[in-house]
């Protein structure tokens, strides 16, 4: 079992857990992600890792409660165990080598660009780094980033906090003064990485998106989390949980991914709303 040691919500919907995980901890890497179950009757879901402390032997999950999962672990406290946690699982975000990289994260996502751009910058690395939130509400690791970041812009797409506008505003400002980086590296919604794909597009600059579709093994057999990528004129299908999830972002097929991640979505719906009526009756 694995024991949560600190919960903490960052804002109304995320929520940020520091597990007990020593060999996970052991070998965890950004970019690289786990696998749990809540318990024995659960659903396996993925979740990045949002950091790892070697010594103490804990892995750091963030997540945005949106489904019956994430609900019933948020239900979940200090003390606590989890069935499972299998990891760490993917391919590490490539930073070797990287001088200069602008880093951009949209809403919960930014919990997964975090450790990116925290060892870019004990690299040595030169971390420009935009964070977009759709209000001030939503909010998450303005602190953190500005601790790792060379250069911080956060945006907002109601003006209620730093700049209003989305994450492309900066980005576009900085490519039109003939700002370079190594690299742009995107996470988050998929619709924000694909403009930040299309901003970064004429300048030539290596654009590496991190994706995150439907997962279940965690092992690339049950096909689930497959993208469908563009090189050498020829489609090509990947495998996000094995493959991934880091991809170069000018072959990634945006449109498609978009199509298949919101199959699920009333059924997720559903199975939330159930799942939070079952938690109000147990109340009562």
Do not use: W
Request: proline share 4%.
């Amino acid at each position: 079992m694995y024991k949560i040691l600190k919960k903490e919500a960052l804002n109304p919907t995320v929520t940020k857990m520091e597990i007990q995980a020593p060999f996970v901890a052991a070998k965890a890497q950004p970019g690289q992600f786990v696998i749990l179950r809540v318990d024995e009757a659960g659903e396996r879901i993925p979740l990045t890792v949002a950091g790892y402390d070697r010594e103490k032997g804990s892995v750091t999950i963030i997540f945005q409660i949106v489904g019956a999962t994430t609900e019933r672990l948020n239900h979940l406290n200090e003390g606590d165990s989890l069935q499972d946690f299998v990891g760490p699982l993917g391919v590490a975000t490539r930073t070797q080598g990287l001088k200069k990289v602008c880093v951009v994260g949209g809403g919960v996502g930014c919990a997964i660009a975090l450790p990116v751009a925290k060892k870019l910058h004990d690299q040595g690395c030169a971390v420009t780094s935009i964070i977009g939130f759709r209000s001030k509400d939503l909010l998450i690791l303005e602190d953190e980033f500005r601790a790792c970041s060379d250069v911080l812009h956060v945006m907002t797409d109601d003006g209620s906090y730093g700049r209003e506008g989305n994450v492309c505003v900066p980005l576009n400002e900085m490519f039109a003064a003939g700002e370079t980086f190594d690299e742009v590296i995107a996470i988050g919604p998929l619709i924000m990485m694909k403009f930040v794909v299309e901003a970064t597009r004429p300048t030539g600059i290596p654009c590496v998106v991190s994706m995150n579709p439907i997962m279940i093994d965690g092992t690339g057999m049950c096909g689930g989390c497959r993208l469908t990528l563009r090189q050498d004129g020829k489609s090509v299908t990947k495998f996000a949980c094995v493959d991934g999830p880091d991809f170069d972002g000018y072959q990634v097929d945006f449109d498609e991914a978009m199509s298949r991640g919101a199959m699920y979505r009333d059924f997720e719906r559903h199975a939330y709303e159930e799942t939070c009526n079952l938690f109000k009756k147990e109340a009562q």
